[in-house]
């Protein structure tokens, strides 16, 4: 334990140092919220529109945090030989990879709690009922995208395209999981390709229980398909993870 949390802390103190890890990870979401807060208004099906605003950012903060900021983070510390070097120290692997997911779980937390504020402060959003549900919801999600995030980490090549493929990855998937605004009218080829994305579900169960008001054991087959993304994630990581620098 005393191992995990000194890792902890190193970790938590190499992110907030690293300024353009924090912007893109912590802030970006946050931005992101408050400028749609602030250009979109009114009400969608009976509902301020700001409370789905505050359900969706959430989500997509999770796996701009869980399954971006891990991955890149990997990534780069694999290529520049840092994880090389870590696996050649008394720290057991278990511990090293344990740490830096809790250290994303921090940050993840802090952004959750910071859009909650601003949509509370800023825009008078609503509370959600059932705060049990939003914390179980926030661990399924948070879990399923760090596997992802794992399994992303394992199949990037360089350091150089990680932001790259990320971006590439995570921008289109929230604009067609509804993390963005409404899907309603997307056509009907793109809302088939957003029925097997994981942000879909996540989206969908965070909206349900913040707008909705809904439990979260009121969408067993949305959990579902959130555990078997994150299983997928988790046995491609644990097949294709390697803690040496790729040489080709």
Known sequence: MRLFLHQLRADQLVFWRNRESAIFVYLFPVLLFLLLGTVYGGTYEGRPVVDYLVASLIAYGVANTAFGGLAIMLVVRRELGILKRIRSTPLPAATYVAAALAS????????????????????DAA????????????G??????????????????????????????????????????????????????????????????IVGIFVHGEALWAKPGTIAVLVLWGLIGAAIAVRRFRWEPRLG
């Open 127 to 138: 509370w959600p009922d059932d705060w049990l549900s939003v914390a179980l919801a926030v």
């Open 104 to 123: 994303i779980v921090v940050v993840f937390l802090l952004q959750t709690a910071t859009i909650l504020l601003l949509g509370k402060l800023v825009y």
């Open 140 to 205: 399924v999600g948070a879990a399923a995208f760090c596997a992802l995030g794992l399994a992303a980490a394992a199949l990037i090549r360089s350091s150089e395209g990680a932001a790259a493929v990320v971006n590439v990855i995570i921008l289109p998937m929230t604009f067609l999981s509804g993390g963005f605004g409404p899907t309603r009218d997307f056509p009907d080829f793109l809302q088939r390709i957003a029925d097997v994305l994981p942000l879909t579900y996540f989206v969908e169960l």
